[in-house]
T-cell receptor, first 114, second 117 residues
């Protein structure tokens, strides 16, 4: 099993460009999440999807959109990238939303917006 | 507001020495507590978790953590550090946002561990 995979690993964008970060999991998990990691701030939740067909905002959703394409895939879209979105983005999944379910993380996408 | 504090940004230890990484949380109810490790260029991996019961929990890679309710702490320990333990360590608290049981994790800012040979 690959677990949680993310593409691309690295990306450089110019301000105003758009892009989609892809995430897939092969663990048959119901819930998926997108986080961003910034120095000194830990991880912050952008959006989550409790189950296929549902998505909800997390702590820092502004400037992002998501799509839960099917049970396996959960994408994050930046419509008009800004330098403040320079970060490392992690996708995660868990069996369900209940708080005792462990979250499994992908390797991350390092995004730079110039 | 709920928060997680990791007071040490960087820690350096010698290989073979003992290690303790501190974590304090602010949360009104009994939290679900986690420690994750992030090796360079990698995602986060769960080391251990505490939900209830015995307050001393064992994890992978020889790590353990102790939940102390009176101190609102969940410190991570290892008796003898190996060079491969050099990584960033994150403490996290699992919260209920609403009665449905949303698995929100609040992360601390992380502690970067360096290991000297």
């Amino acid at each position: 099993n690959a677990g949680v995979t993310q593409t691309p690993k690295f990306q450089v964008l110019k301000t105003g460009q758009s892009m989609t970060l892809q995430c897939a999991q092969d663990m048959n998990h119901n819930s998926m999440y997108w986080y961003r990691q910034d120095p000194g701030m830990g991880l912050r939740l952008i959006y989550y999807s409790a189950s296929e067909g549902t998505t909800d905002k997390g702590e820092v959703p502004n400037g992002y959109n998501v799509s839960r394409l099917n049970k396996r895939e959960f994408s994050l879209r930046l419509e008009s990238a800004a330098p403040s979105q320079t970060s490392v983005y992690f996708c995660a999944s868990s069996e369900a939303l209940e708080r005792y379910y462990e979250q499994y993380f992908g390797p991350g996408t390092r995004l730079t917006v110039t | 507001a709920q928060s997680v504090t990791q007071p040490d940004i960087h820690i350096t230890v010698s290989e073979g020495a003992s290690l303790e990484l501190r974590c304090n949380y602010s949360y009104g109810a009994t939290p679900y507590l986690f420690w994750y490790v992030q090796s360079p260029g990698q995602g986060l991996q769960l080391l251990l978790k505490y939900f209830s019961g015995d307050t001393l929990v064992q994890g992978i890679k020889g790590f353990e953590a102790e939940f102390k309710r009176s101190q609102s702490s969940f410190n991570l320990r290892k008796p003898s550090v190996h060079w491969s333990d050099a990584a960033e360590y994150f403490c996290a608290v699992g919260l209920l946002l609403f009665s449905g049981g949303y698995n929100k994790l609040i992360f601390g800012a992380g502690t970067r561990l360096a290991v000297h040979p």
